[in-house]
């Protein structure tokens, strides 16, 4: 089992590295947001495919003035348990744990070999299931780490790893599942790890505000559950929806990092900000919910950084949209 002093490790060498993105501990003006990319809904294990898309932010990497640092979400779907073997749904039918990893493989080779002469950017692929369904279990949640581990190695041995570094991750929402049933998938996922499990979730129906205590959410959760799946548990690292146009989703993540300030082990450290604006302008969504990714990246970043208790660096800004 990976410890808390792993994740945070492998957090501060990524920060380290990413000089240019380390923000001041209680900033009075809002940094400019870090250069975006894209997430995906994935529909495909193509392997030829993922090589392509890896070349292609490869490519725009080597063609961009000095070091580049990207975190990409690859979103495939609910977890599913399909003839003795553990995978997802990938939105367009079953896909295993191995035909993801062969994709992901592709997808770092790709961004590995079209970065060319320029050495030093990095890609962090998260590769992300969900907590919807019959089929989020403890046993998933082991299989979807080793799967996560397997693809570092693989990266490693072919010495990929320099620049291309897979973590877990989970679209782990509210509506979704009980709070139980979606730690109990953190917990097997917890048992295998090596490599952090970036929560990209949402926080649906918690305060925005400071609270005393711990504060129910909705649907059975209180933000103690939220902060467990993102933070508490040793591998979780929370990289959360920020869709809303009116901020408040960025304030309940505030408030869930006040409550682990105040109650917990204390607050939280975030990875990147998640928006679906690309998404929106593919197949429409309510206008209230498409902030870009510089609006998302800026709520976030505004909402722990007003309150010394919960500064927090973001260091990515991510966008989702459906693959291709």
Known sequence: MAHRFLRLMVLLTIGAIALCLVIPVYASHTPPPPPWTSAYYMNTINQTAMYDLGCEWGTKDRNTDGTQYRLMILAYGMPKYQNGAYGASAFNGFVSTSQIAAAVQELGRGYYVCTGYDTSSQLQIAVGTSNYGSSVTYGHGQAWANMVNSINDWFKSRGYSSQ???????????????????????????????????NFGDAAGCPSTETSGNAYCSNGWYQADVYYISWAAPPAVPTPQIYRNDGIQARQWWSISLYGYKYGSGSMRFRASLTQYQACQQNGCDPSIDNTPEQGWK???????????????VTYATDIRWYP
């Open 299 to 313: 709520q976030l970043w505004d909402a722990l950084n007003h309150d010394s208790r919960t500064t927090s660096t």
């Open 164 to 198: 291309v570094y897979a973590v877990g991750a989970s679209d782990m929402e509210l509506g979704w599942n009980s709070p139980s049933v979606t730690k109990n998938w953190v917990n097997g996922y917890d048992s295998v790890n090596l490599h952090p499990l970036y």
